[in-house]
Antibody, heavy 120, light 107 residues
Framework: QVQLVQSGAEVKKPGASVKVSCKASGYTFTTYYMHWVRQAPGQGLEWMGIINPSDGSTSYAQKLQGRVTMTRDTSTTTVYMELSSLRSDETAVYYC?????????????WGQGTLVTVSS | DIQMTQSPSSLSASVGDRVTITCRAS??????LNWYQQKPGKAPKLLIYVASSLQSGVPSRFSGSGSGTDFTLTISSLQPEDFATYYC?????????FGQGTKVEIK
């Protein structure tokens, strides 16, 4: 069965970096894009970026350009999202979600979410 | 970027009611529109993709329609487990923007 399992909660100080992982299983890793989406407490969903696990190509939200890096490891079928220079207003739950590369049919599976708390 | 605007932002309804949520894109997105349901503390769940296709396992009381810039999610007979927040999202291009959400509450 398809599973996306994310790493555990993190507490970071302002200005620090965080790296969240998303391990995929139960499907062919390279045939689905992986997206990252975050949700601040009580707020809506914010798209952060996309990685193509097949070739590692990425596209990021304009507001995060220069601070976010998405990578993948095909040997472990894991994608990573690293966000640097964290601010307190970036306290949020961070999700990974997959989307088929051949038919843009939405994010059909999601990770369980990783709470990142940014606080001094 | 394509802006997605949902209305209403919240609504109160009773079990058995027919509920309609609308989503408008700032430019044409053909039929590349998806709907998600999110309950507190949980990841979003895909309900509808490419405007009107029902995701596997989703009850048939959920339906979607629209194309171009205007889309609708309809719940034909609201059930207790449907009280949640609903989001539209375009998959026409990146960034894959979401609407601001519609919270469906119990009347």
């Amino acid at each position: 069965q398809v599973q996306l399992v994310q790493s555990g909660a993190e507490v970071k100080k302002p200005g620090a970096s965080v790296k969240v992982s998303c391990k995929a299983s139960g499907y062919t890793f390279t045939t689905y894009y992986m997206h990252w989406v975050r949700q601040a407490p009580g707020q809506g969903l914010e798209w952060m970026g996309i990685i193509n696990p097949s070739d590692g190509s990425t596209s990021y939200a304009q507001k995060l350009q220069g601070r976010v890096t998405m990578t993948r490891d095909t040997s472990t079928t894991t994608v990573y999202m690293e966000l640097s220079s964290l601010r307190s207003d970036e306290t949020a739950v961070y999700y990974c979600g997959r989307e088929s590369t051949t038919s843009l049919r939405g994010f059909d599976y999601w990770g369980q979410g990783t709470l990142v708390t940014v606080s001094s | 970027d394509i802006q997605m605007t949902q209305s209403p932002s919240s609504l109160s309804a009773s079990v058995g009611d027919r509920v309609t949520i609308t989503c408008r894109a700032s430019q044409s997105i053909s039929r590349y529109l998806n709907w998600y349901q999110q309950k507190p503390g949980k990841a979003p769940k895909l309900l509808i993709y490419v405007a009107s296709s029902l995701q596997s396992g989703v009850p048939s009381r959920f339906s979607g329609s629209g194309s171009g810039t205007d889309f609708t999610l309809t719940i034909s007979s609201l059930q207790p487990e449907d009280f949640a927040t609903y989001y539209c999202q375009q998959s026409y291009t990146t960034p894959r923007t979401f609407g601001q959400g519609t919270k469906v509450e119990i009347k």
